[in-house]
T-cell receptor, first 114, second 112 residues
Framework: NAGVTQTPKFQVLKTGQSMTLQCAQDMNHEYMSWYRQDPGMGLRLIHYSVGAGITDQGEVPNGYNVSRSTTEDFPLRLLSAAPSQTSVYFC?????????????FGAGSRLTVL | GNSVTQMEGPVTLSEEAFLTINCTYTATGYPSLFWYVQYPGEGLQLLLKATKADDKGSNKGFEATYRKETTSFHLEKGSVQVSDSAVYFCALHNTNAGKSTFGDGTTLTVKP
């Protein structure tokens, strides 16, 4: 089925470890983004991209890196994990030029940093 | 900047009760407004949307009307079911900013 695929679904890290959350979409969407979901804080935008080779920061970018080498993939990298990065992470994508502005979300990746 | 304020939860209702979840927003220009729903263990999915003032979005018995004069987009359903138990997010998309802004989410539990 077409959509947004995130891996892994669950991950436990120790403080200081690094890892990459993978996100892939097969809808040819120009826009891709990463959100984190924390209790009582809703969804907060980490980074986003409007096309291959173009990325920008959202409201909570510190501690995270992204790159967009292809239209399909938008990985999120944690270089040195901290307990404050314990969260559920969602990747989302949408078309830009259709004007619909509806986001399609992945199923989420639950990260625990000890 | 843009912001979305949702009615705090959690909300617990009996089956067939009437549901209202309040949502107000602050934005420049003319944003599009959305309700997304998140079922347990899943990502968010679009429930309904409205793109201009006085538009009514509807889906699966849920409705919301874009009220520019009160900057609101309240979600309503006349008769909830147990299967409606989920987290509901109000969101806006501001074309100028190119980003979507979400409320904190409201957890709804419907008991049989």
């Amino acid at each position: 089925n077409a959509g947004v695929t995130q891996t892994p679904k669950f991950q436990v890290l120790k403080t200081g470890q690094s890892m990459t959350l993978q996100c892939a979409q097969d809808m040819n969407h120009e826009y891709m983004s990463w959100y984190r979901q924390d209790p009582g804080m809703g969804l907060r935008l980490i980074h986003y991209s409007v096309g291959a080779g173009i990325t920008d920061q959202g409201e909570v970018p510190n501690g995270y890196n992204v790159s967009r080498s292809t239209t399909e993939d938008f990985p999120l990298r944690l270089l040195s994990a901290a307990p404050s990065q314990t969260s559920v992470y969602f990747c989302a994508s949408r078309e830009i030029f259709s004007g619909a502005n509806v986001l399609t979300f992945g199923a989420g990746s639950r990260l625990t940093v000890l | 900047g843009n912001s979305v304020t949702q009615m705090e939860g959690p909300v617990t209702l009996s089956e067939e009760a009437f549901l209202t979840i309040n949502c107000t927003y602050t934005a420049t220009g003319y944003p599009s407004l959305f309700w997304y729903v998140q079922y347990p263990g899943e990502g968010l999915q679009l429930l309904l949307k409205a793109t201009k003032a006085d538009d009514k979005g509807s889906n699966k018995g849920f409705e919301a009307t874009y009220r520019k004069e009160t900057t609101s987009f309240h979600l309503e359903k006349g008769s909830v079911q147990v299967s409606d138990s989920a987290v509901y997010f109000c969101a806006l998309h501001n074309t100028n900013a190119g980003k979507s802004t979400f409320g904190d989410g409201t957890t709804l539990t419907v008991k049989p």
